[in-house]
């Protein structure tokens, strides 16, 4: 690395304690490679200065406030390094399914971080390879089994939106995105409908088409359409298309 | 499993109890009964020996009508039927063993003479029926008492256990780490307020270590420890930490079992708090009335905080350890109004005196 000004690491620090963020400031101050562009106190915060200010790397806390840092991960996309720092070594396994650079348990040594921080450079240097994959997939597998989804916070620009599942009525797969409705409302996510749908409890959501999940409380009646397809007709008037291997399931699901 | 089958020194016993039974018998159909004393003793000892098997069938039908909750009509029932049966069978026996000695030499005759002692034999015969229908039900209630025991001694155990798996798990490490990675921040910027941090941090420590042997302690104490905790916290979170306190000074010398609170604080703080961006409040009160100390922590938390790991692993622990320690004589309950958690316990207020 230079010193040159362009090169330099555009650093982000995430932590709701002054203290915490005060010992990362601390240890990157000894690197004249790394800028640190903000600091952040929440997920909200992080998600808008990760969108405005695009750093290179992240120091991320994992329990904050308002978004975690596997949340805000998600939102922000994987096109970085991130190194996730917290007192928690339980969430380490998880955070490497993410593809995080690296792991580092409170309370930090200087030569853990310099080393996590070595890691970091090669990641963005492009000598440590991960295959590419879009974060929200990767947040979807990286759940832990057998709980699934009981929010899903979906970004638009800098701010964030927090639908909580109960609140969803229905996702439809638009291009790479999934549209997400609630109470009226549509918002877009960068995520495949497939790996939403199993981030779902399949007690309450259903695949009822390629292209859509329903949440089965809002489904009022299933009128036939056409030859051999049919439509779920939601509590506010809305038609969905139900495929016929879809069909089957939701009156398999409705008979119970 | 029958309980004088299932060991033979019991068994034994037994039929060692029925010898005197034979000996009476002996009486009975050599005096009354007229039998010569050899046919007596021969006739009552094979008959005990037999009926002393035929008795121990009573504890079928006594387990299956227990004392207290059968009818009377019913008790009265099964077992004059089990005796009369009982008692049957007895004379059905007694007429085979009178044919089968009457072949022998010294028992001539024998068969005939004993056929008019029937009667005598069937009275007896009920009647040592009933007897051992008292006896198992003595035997059933020594066992149902010794059974109660062990349960009582179980539960103990039990509660003792739950007692000391919460204590291992309240001081939890993670604050522990929490803490010594403020402490490494200060040490370069304000190492004045490291020190400081350390102490606290220390003095906390020290006063939970020797908490775990104690039964209870006064809620002063518990609130102290809940003040060193916080002072250590505070240090942490700074403004977004609000400690507000109610307590009646009559509550201060109550007896509480020790850590009872610092977790429901510390959970406060960390699912609370910890969530807020601007902080907030966390309330204490205690007070006592009419022979019963009340306790409430509030605060304030996020209804849309992300979900957090272990979340009611320390309110579980707290509930377990009063039920343990109370039984009904406790009262644990949570509830959620808008963004204020309140968890509410009430507790018999004990003072020192009275607390083993």
């Given at each position: 690395m230079t010193s040159d000004t362009s090169k330099k690491i555009r650093t982000l620090i995430v932590d709701d304690e002054d203290l915490a963020r005060q010992v990362l400031r601390e240890f990157l101050s000894a690197h004249p490679e790394i800028e640190i562009v903000a600091e952040c106190a929440n997920g909200f915060e992080a998600v808008k200065c990760a969108t405005e200010l695009e750093p290179d790397l992240l120091f991320l806390d994992i329990q904050m406030p308002k978004l975690d840092g596997f949340e805000v991960l998600e939102l922000i996309g994987a096109n970085r390094a991130v190194v996730f720092v917290t007192a928690y070594d339980a969430f380490a396994i998880r955070a490497f399914e993410v593809h995080a650079v690296d792991y580092l348990l409170k309370p930090i040594g200087a030569e853990r971080f310099n080393a996590a921080l070595e890691r970091a450079k090669e990641r963005l240097s492009g000598k440590l390879q991960t295959a590419p994959l879009p974060a929200m997939e990767l947040a979807a597998s990286a759940r832990p089994p057998s709980q699934y989804l009981d929010r899903i916070p979906v970004r638009d620009g800098t701010s964030v939106f927090i639908i909580p599942v109960a609140k969803l009525d229905y996702a439809e797969a638009q291009d790479d995105y999934v549209a997400l409705a609630s109470g009226g409302k549509k918002h877009l996510k960068q995520q495949t409908i497939s790996s939403l749908e199993a981030a779902l409890d399949p007690s309450r959501f259903l695949r009822i088409h390629r292209s859509c999940i329903v949440n089965l409380e809002r489904v009022v009646k299933i009128e036939p359409f056409g030859k051999d397809t049919h439509v779920a007709v939601l509590a506010g008037g809305t038609q969905l298309p139900v495929s016929r291997a879809g069909h089957a399931r939701l009156r398999a699901f409705l008979d119970r | 499993?029958?309980?004088?089958?299932?060991?033979?020194?019991?068994?034994?016993?037994?039929?060692?109890?029925?010898?005197?039974?034979?000996?009476?018998?002996?009486?009975?159909?050599?005096?009354?009964?007229?039998?010569?004393?050899?046919?007596?003793?021969?006739?009552?000892?094979?008959?005990?020996?037999?009926?002393?098997?035929?008795?121990?069938?009573?504890?079928?039908?006594?387990?299956?009508?227990?004392?207290?909750?059968?009818?009377?009509?019913?008790?009265?029932?099964?077992?004059?039927?089990?005796?009369?049966?009982?008692?049957?069978?007895?004379?059905?026996?007694?007429?085979?063993?009178?044919?089968?000695?009457?072949?022998?030499?010294?028992?001539?005759?024998?068969?005939?003479?004993?056929?008019?002692?029937?009667?005598?034999?069937?009275?007896?015969?009920?009647?040592?029926?009933?007897?051992?229908?008292?006896?198992?039900?003595?035997?059933?209630?020594?066992?149902?008492?010794?059974?109660?025991?062990?349960?009582?001694?179980?539960?103990?155990?039990?509660?003792?256990?739950?007692?000391?798996?919460?204590?291992?798990?309240?001081?939890?490490?993670?604050?522990?780490?929490?803490?010594?990675?403020?402490?490494?921040?200060?040490?370069?910027?304000?190492?004045?307020?490291?020190?400081?941090?350390?102490?606290?941090?220390?003095?906390?420590?020290?006063?939970?270590?020797?908490?775990?042997?104690?039964?209870?302690?006064?809620l002063e104490e518990e609130i102290s420890l809940i003040h060193a905790f916080l002072a250590v916290e505070k240090i942490r979170y700074g403004a977004r930490l609000q400690m507000e306190e109610k307590i009646d000074p009559e509550a201060l010398d109550a007896q509480v079992p020790p850590l009872l609170l610092q977790p429901l604080v510390e959970n406060a703080v960390g699912h609370g708090i910890a969530n807020l961006v601007e902080g907030g409040w966390i309330r204490l009160a205690a007070e006592r009335r009419d022979g019963e100390l009340s306790i409430v922590v509030e605060n304030l938390f996020d209804p849309e905080a992300p979900p957090r790991r272990k979340s009611g692993v320390g309110l579980a622990n707290v509930r377990q350890r009063l039920e343990a320690r109370y039984g009904n004589r406790a009262k644990f309950a949570t509830s959620v109004d808008g963004s204020c958690f309140r968890v509410a316990i009430s507790l018999p207020a004990e003072s020192k005196e009275r607390v083993p």
């Amino acid at each position: 690395m230079t010193s040159d000004t362009s090169k330099k690491i555009r650093t982000l620090i995430v932590d709701d304690e002054d203290l915490a963020r005060q010992v990362l400031r601390e240890f990157l101050s000894a690197h004249p490679e790394i800028e640190i562009v903000a600091e952040c106190a929440n997920g909200f915060e992080a998600v808008k200065c990760a969108t405005e200010l695009e750093p290179d790397l992240l120091f991320l806390d994992i329990q904050m406030p308002k978004l975690d840092g596997f949340e805000v991960l998600e939102l922000i996309g994987a096109n970085r390094a991130v190194v996730f720092v917290t007192a928690y070594d339980a969430f380490a396994i998880r955070a490497f399914e993410v593809h995080a650079v690296d792991y580092l348990l409170k309370p930090i040594g200087a030569e853990r971080f310099n080393a996590a921080l070595e890691r970091a450079k090669e990641r963005l240097s492009g000598k440590l390879q991960t295959a590419p994959l879009p974060a929200m997939e990767l947040a979807a597998s990286a759940r832990p089994p057998s709980q699934y989804l009981d929010r899903i916070p979906v970004r638009d620009g800098t701010s964030v939106f927090i639908i909580p599942v109960a609140k969803l009525d229905y996702a439809e797969a638009q291009d790479d995105y999934v549209a997400l409705a609630s109470g009226g409302k549509k918002h877009l996510k960068q995520q495949t409908i497939s790996s939403l749908e199993a981030a779902l409890d399949p007690s309450r959501f259903l695949r009822i088409h390629r292209s859509c999940i329903v949440n089965l409380e809002r489904v009022v009646k299933i009128e036939p359409f056409g030859k051999d397809t049919h439509v779920a007709v939601l509590a506010g008037g809305t038609q969905l298309p139900v495929s016929r291997a879809g069909h089957a399931r939701l009156r398999a699901f409705l008979d119970r | 499993m029958h309980p004088i089958l299932a060991q033979l020194r019991r068994l034994l016993l037994y039929l060692l109890g029925w010898i005197p039974l034979a000996g009476m018998l002996t009486y009975l159909l050599a005096v009354p009964g007229g039998l010569s004393w050899l046919e007596a003793t021969t006739v009552a000892f094979v008959l005990c020996l037999l009926y002393a098997f035929v008795c121990l069938a009573a504890w079928y039908p006594c387990q299956a009508t227990p004392l207290e909750q059968s009818g009377l009509s019913r008790f009265l029932f099964t077992h004059v039927a089990g005796a009369l049966v009982a008692s049957g069978l007895w004379l059905f026996a007694a007429r085979i063993l009178g044919r089968m000695l009457a072949s022998l030499d010294d028992y001539r005759g024998i068969d005939t003479r004993l056929t008019k002692d029937f009667p005598l034999l069937f009275a007896t015969g009920v009647l040592l029926y009933l007897l051992a229908v008292g006896f198992h039900y003595v035997l059933l209630a020594v066992e149902a008492s010794r059974e109660a025991e062990a349960r009582v001694m179980q539960a103990s155990v039990l509660a003792r256990e739950a007692e000391l798996r919460a204590l291992k798990a309240q001081v939890n490490p993670h604050f522990l780490f929490n803490s010594l990675n403020s402490i490494s921040a200060l040490t370069t910027s304000d190492a004045p307020k490291a020190r400081e941090m350390c102490i606290l941090l220390g003095d906390f420590l020290r006063r939970t270590l020797g908490l775990g042997e104690k039964a209870a302690i006064p809620l002063e104490e518990e609130i102290s420890l809940i003040h060193a905790f916080l002072a250590v916290e505070k240090i942490r979170y700074g403004a977004r930490l609000q400690m507000e306190e109610k307590i009646d000074p009559e509550a201060l010398d109550a007896q509480v079992p020790p850590l009872l609170l610092q977790p429901l604080v510390e959970n406060a703080v960390g699912h609370g708090i910890a969530n807020l961006v601007e902080g907030g409040w966390i309330r204490l009160a205690a007070e006592r009335r009419d022979g019963e100390l009340s306790i409430v922590v509030e605060n304030l938390f996020d209804p849309e905080a992300p979900p957090r790991r272990k979340s009611g692993v320390g309110l579980a622990n707290v509930r377990q350890r009063l039920e343990a320690r109370y039984g009904n004589r406790a009262k644990f309950a949570t509830s959620v109004d808008g963004s204020c958690f309140r968890v509410a316990i009430s507790l018999p207020a004990e003072s020192k005196e009275r607390v083993p």
